[in-house]
């Protein structure tokens, strides 16, 4: 099973527009971390956002907040105010604790943004 | 403070060829990672370095693919022999711990390999 499922290859938002990007995640463990990256065309990936399980509050982080709902195990982007700059791939991440007692980075297959002026 | 360095940027081979990566990690990090992104894909982690020990390389094809972390520094990645689905960008990580949960991955700009 996907540990990381992101539905949406492509979404497309008008500049200055909101846009959700969809994330849900598969684990048992209690403990946990997911994180929003961003991929531009040159390659580089940008943190983002981060939330903890445990944390009870939706991060936010300028434009950028996390809509988390543990139940349903999601944990979408909201971007607001799109700007052109925000084309890219994002990528939704979940960090857990292996059994070795490290913990590891488990990426989605992104979602592909493209912000038209 | 330094990024992540990787090189070469780019690097065509053909197949049955070996290559190598490099990757530097940001300085006094302890953990790091190589993932492989297949074009249109997420990354998908292949092994993870906790300073020169192995922590996990369960999806490192061991065939083929070899890494090391000599000094608990710098990393190399190794393809050999190279085939045709090896084509991808390569992304080494660093990150200041390897345990937690809430523990930031840094990435560098990664290695573009096609393999013809």
């Known amino acids: 099973a996907q540990k990381i499922t992101q539905t949406q290859p492509g979404m497309f938002v008008q500049e200055k527009e909101a846009v959700t990007l969809d994330c849900t995640y598969d684990?048992?463990?209690?403990?946990?971390?997911l994180f929003w990256y961003k991929q531009p065309s040159s390659g580089e990936m940008i943190f983002l956002i981060y939330?903890?399980?445990?944390?009870?509050q939706n991060a936010t982080e300028g434009r950028y907040s996390l809509n988390f709902q543990k139940a349903r195990k999601s944990a979408n982007l909201v971007i607001s105010a799109s700007q052109l700059g925000d084309s890219a791939m994002y990528f939704c991440?979940?960090?857990?604790?292996?059994?070795?007692?490290?913990?590891?980075?488990?990426f989605g297959k992104g979602t592909m943004l493209l912000v038209s002026p | 403070e330094a990024g992540v360095a990787q090189s070469p940027r780019y690097k065509i081979i053909e197949k049955r060829q070996s290559v190598a990566f490099w990757c530097n990690p940001i300085?006094?990090?302890?953990?790091l990672y190589w993932y492989q992104q297949i074009l249109g894909q997420g990354p998908k982690l292949l092994i993870q370095?906790?300073?020169?020990?192995?922590?996990?390389d369960s999806q490192l094809p061991k065939d083929r693919f070899s890494a090391e972390r000599l000094k608990g520094v710098d990393s190399t990645l190794k393809i050999q022999p190279a085939k045709l689905e090896d084509s991808a960008v390569y992304l080494c990580?660093?990150?200041?711990?390897?345990?937690?949960?809430?523990?930031?991955?840094?990435f560098g700009q990664g290695t573009r390999l096609t393999v013809v």
């Open positions: 300085s006094g990090h302890a953990t």
């Open positions: 370095f906790q300073n020169n020990g192995v922590v996990d």
């Open positions: 990580a660093s990150s200041l711990v390897g345990t937690g949960v809430y523990t930031e991955a840094f």
């Open positions: 939330q903890g399980s445990y944390d009870e």
């Open positions: 684990t048992s463990d209690q403990s946990y971390g």
């Open positions: 991440a979940m960090r857990e604790v292996m059994n070795s007692g490290y913990s590891t980075l488990t």
